[in-house]
């Protein structure tokens, strides 16, 4: 932790005197699910009950991106259990596929009992991440653009080769290990397999120097993403995000 601290204040020094420009808000930093067995001993304590792990973790980290496999499931009955999980501050990012977007201008009815789980979670859902599907098909512009105005003022990231062109028509999913920083979108969410001390710092210092609406850092490591995360949310801290 020492060693941390040291890395962590030079950052500090540096940024202040090159004069960053803070994010507008708050950068939620959180996990890729937190229902994961293989914590339990490293991150939860092994006596504790599984229907007790929401809010463990919304106790130490305040946002989660929800995975397609229960992020397409949400319904006014998930959603009410995870409100009674966690409080009001905390943030969920819903990840679905590019097929559930495009029921919306065919089929309506079909995604009403997930609209209404959304909606019950109200300003707990920070953003929705539609993913392509297995065939990478994206979602059609006609379905994306019903989709955003059904979620509005929820925002919808999507691929940056999906992006419709123009800040505020949609947010980005960024995958710093893969891909070069996005130049649309006012949202951001990235997907990061970074986790030492020094590359974290690196993008969070990134994200202060853009001039976003909103954005979200997720930690991928399915082995160690909590404590990944835990380190960048101290980073954040003392760099004033």
Known sequence: MA??????????????????V??????????????????????????????WRLTYYANLLRAVLVPELTGVKVDATLAASWLEDTDEGF????????ELVDLLPHRPVSLNRWLEGIRLLAGQVAAVLVRPSPASRSPGPVALEQ???ALSPVPVCVEPSDHPGGRGVCGVVW???????????????ALSDVGDPKGLR?????????????AALFMTDR???FEHAQQARLIAEMLGV
């Open 175 to 189: 995958y710093p290990s893969k891909q070069v920083a996005p130049t649309v979108g006012d949202y951001l969410v």
């Open 3 to 20: 060693l941390i601290s040291v890395i962590l204040l030079e950052s500090i020094h540096t940024g202040v005197r090159s004069g960053v």
């Open 223 to 225: 082995t160690r993403g």
């Open 22 to 51: 803070r994010v507008n808000s708050q950068l939620l930093i959180g996990t890729c699910g937190w229902d994961h067995g293989h914590w339990c001993g490293p991150f939860y304590d092994p006596d504790l009950p599984t229907d």
């Open 91 to 98: 943030k969920f990012v819903i990840e679905i596929s590019a």
């Open 147 to 149: 989709f955003c105005n």
């Open 202 to 214: 690196q993008l969070i210092e990134w994200f202060i120097e853009q001039n976003l609406v909103g």
